[in-house]
């Protein structure tokens, strides 16, 4: 058997409809029962409809046998595509032999609409009067008829705020908060739906829902309207009819408009529902809506239509609450036994009347009191009015929460059970790519943390909280999370939409935003907080840190070649805002949330500085710009050789003398090798007298295990990961976390909560030691010359308290997975690497036994190091005290 293709995709997904891009990229998964197996051409046909390519016919491009083991990210080369149309793709390879698969299945995708030119709906709504804080939900809804039979309906859709879209009494979709979350002032996102099977002969009846969102309702701190006042639909239905003729529907003034039951929905104030106010079959022919009015339409849209190109928020599970409980105040409280971010499915009956209010928190005060004092201006509530009918079930539509515990006002005891609610979880639909598991239930308890904070916190921008009043894009702590979160899911698009939004607030001179989209922040930023700076160490760099690992992760050149220029203007805004290369006064928010350990801000942004330079010389080499790498490797020295006479003396001691100031000159590349041991062990002892405790801040924590495993000190990185005292990792799993907490101190035994103005329960960045664990502790790890796991580095580091560790990462090529088990002395590692990949593999230990077909290429640092090709393999090996730091350093 040589090799089978398996799944098809187009720009990273399965069938995407609405593409822009003029050269889509095509990736293919192989799968094969033999080992080492490679593709070694491939054939690509692409054609405009399905019979073509049943004879093997690419009228719109054929790639001829093409002699390459690329089967990512391969760019379509043919004829020139055209908006609205579908497009058939089938691929065949050959394997490492010669010989031909068989051709894969048929995949498609569709176009999106490539000229603004071919937009022909209007704007329409509602104008709103500025004088009430929280309009209600506005429905809009249009008859036609359909006379003849129908070969594909394209429904295309955006709105200035968010819309929710219905035909023929069903739910068009299942995206919520759609468009997602722009400046609009620049770009907006529209979407594409298939519609041909919900479309019935006769009439048919669309209608949408639309609020405020982002758009024209509470965004952060910064108030409301902050880029509009009233909320607007844009609308397109392209019919095409068996018979050769097509239709086109739009939004106009044709279209009729009413409020209904949805009395405000605001994405920090919550939602109010009036079931009394339904209207039943508003989205169904023959629903009488004489007594509505006639829409307002709006002036034509200046920014960019732009087709959608992150995944949509979805909701992606379903929990049921843990336990329920009448609280001396006669409301009843449910712990979902989570952290969690979306909001709840409520169940309920009643009088008609009965107010029923829902709130949400992340923590109690105590046994009988929501913790929402860090809500800060956030309302976390729903309030449903019953319309008196029996059992009703409600769920809100603009509005989401970050919560654990949901307390029910106005229900009677007695009228509320476990089955009452249910959690809808809610975020970016993501997919999972990794998975990971210890010996230790902690660890496993704070990888389960990381996971649930990165869902709850990507949800259209990867945001830093989702309960309180920010809820925010926050630069920094993106960039240091993001080599985690894209083991943990795909997050491709996701971030490659984020860089459009930080590319769009980047200013005129170069420097990117502390959050995107910006949101009024940088405004607010001066006038309130009278922080003057533009940009700050850390958060700024996150324009090149991303696009980088981005390229790492997915072997992404389109990312580095999108972003170029705006990377450049970037590193030089740093270097005309030095003096003799030293960075002085942009580092405001420091190692954020660090713990009694003042990192000196000028070295902060000075080490950033020379960081940004030094990946932007490798993009310029993946790229190919020679000039660049010569002018910015140049630049690079001139900023280290600065950072080490400025900040740095003989014996290795660095300004500031804290451990995040180690850990980022080390990492960076700052330190001269004659000085490197004495900085190491300068970091080693600030832990060690730190009782063996970290005190890094947001920017320090994700590098510090890494810089001492690479080190040689793996067995104090254990020590920090294992540590269950404040403050630690396990600090908060032990306090009964479900989520990575913003700060180290949110809640301590001695003091309970700490600054409710700014303590979240679900922050992602501190949860960065994620990667840590994917690369050093499972080792699993990508080649830099080689990226996307095209080949592949496995180099498990076993210590601490654990006897085993398995992981799994779905790359772009297929699963990875890397399985160790230390019994005794006996070390023995599961490898499984896919098709079309090669990997090192690097063992400790003697007396060494090995699978059929890994072939042993010498020793490095003490240890045996292997090629494999793809398929599963064992190595097994003694290692004498194994648990004993000595015997395991490098």
Known sequence: MGIVIKRLRVESLDQPLGLETKQPRFSWLLDSEEQAQQQSAYRIL???????????????????????????????????????????????????????????????????ILDPNEWNGEWIGQELDPAIEFPPGLYLRKEFVIDRPV???????????????????SRVGDEYFAPGWTDYAIRTQYQTYDITASLQAGGNALGAILGTGWYAGQVGMMGREIYGTSP??????????????????????????????IQYSDMLKGEAYDARKELPDWDRTGFDDSDWKKVSRFEPYTGKLVSQIDPPVRITESINPVKMWLTK???????????????????????????ITVRHAEMLQDEDTLYIENLRRADQKEIYILKGEGLETFEPHFTFHGFRYVEIEGAAAGELTLESVIGRVVHSDTPGTGSLETSDDMVNRLISNIRWGQRGNYLSVPTDCPQRDERLGWTGDAQIFIRTASYNMDVSRFFAKFMEDMTDGQTPDGAFPDVAPDAGWFEFKQEVVKWFAPDNAGWGDAGVIIPWTLYLMYEDRTILETNYDAMKRWVE????????????????????????????????A????????????????????????????????????AFVHTYMDENGIIQGDTQTVYVLALYFGLVSEELKPLAVKRLEELIRENGN??????????????????????ELAYSLLHQDTFPSWLY???????????????????????????????????????????????????????????????????????????????????????????????????????????????????????????????????????????????????????????????
Not at 238 to 256: H, K, R, V, Y
Not at 607 to 630: C, M
Not at 699 to 714: F, I, Q
Not at 878 to 884: N, P
Request: aromatic share 12%; charged share 15%; with cysteine.
């Open 329 to 355: 105040q006669g409301t009843h409280l449910f712990d979902m036994g989570q952290n969690m971010v979306g909001w709840v499915k409520l169940q309920v009956q009643g009088q008609s009347g009965t107010h």
């Open 151 to 169: 070969r594909q309906a394209t429904l295309y859709a955006t709105a200035l705020g968010v819309y929710e879209l219905h035909l023929n009494g």
């Open 46 to 112: 692409v054609a405009s409809n399905a019979d073509l390519l049943q004879q093997d016919i690419g009228d719109c491009w054929d790639s001829g046998e093409v002699v390459s083991d690329r089967s990512v990210q391969v760019s379509y080369l043919g004829s020139l595509l055209q908006s609205g149309l579908r497009y058939y793709w089938k691929v065949q390879v050959w394997d490492a032999k010669g010989a031909a698969s068989e051709w894969s299945s048929i995949g498609y995708w569709t176009m999106g």
């Open 606 to 641: 000075t080490a950033y500085f020379a960081y940004s330079t030094a990946l932007f010389v490798r993009i310029a080499r993946v790229l190919g710009y020679t000039d660049d790498v010569s002018e910015y490797s140049a630049l690079f020295e001139e900023i280290r050789t």
């Open 573 to 604: 805004y740093l270097k005309t805002n030095s003096t003799d290369r030293i960075r002085p006064d942009y580092a405001n928010y420091g190692d954020w949330l660090s713990i009694n350990a003042d990192t000196p801000k000028d070295v902060l």
């Open 732 to 890: 908060s799993v032990k306090q009964g976390a479900t989520t990575i907490w913003e700060r180290w101190d949110g809640w301590t035994e001695e003091a309970g909560f700490q600054n409710p103005g700014m303590n979240s329960f679900n922050h992602y960045s501190l949860g960065s030691v994620g990667e840590w664990m994917y690369r050093y502790m499972a080792g699993i790890d990508v080649d830099t010359e080689q990226p996307g796991f095209k080949h592949i580095v496995i180099h498990p580091r076993p210590g601490g308290k654990l006897t085993y560790v398995k992981a799994t990462v779905e790359s772009s090529y297929g699963a990875i997975s890397s399985s160790w088990q230390l019994n005794g002395e006996r070390f023995s590692l599961q490898v499984s690497i896919p098709v079309n990949t090669t990997a090192t593999i690097y063992l400790y230990g003697t007396n060494v036994l090995i699978s059929d077909g890994a072939v042993e290429i010498g020793l490095e640092n003490g240890k045996h190091k292997y090629r494999i090709g793809s398929g599963n393999y064992e190595f097994i090996s003694q290692i004498e005290g194994a648990v004993k730091a000595a015997q395991l350093t490098e």
């Open 693 to 714: 405790h970290l005190s890094t801040g947001f920017l320090g924590v994700g590098y510090l295990l890494p810089v001492l495993t690479e080190n040689g000190l793996d």
């Open 232 to 261: 607007a639909l844009l609308l397109q239905l392209d019919i095409q009819f068996e018979d050769g003729t097509n239709s086109l529907l739009i939004t106009d003034e044709t279209w009729a408009m009413n409020t209904g039951p």
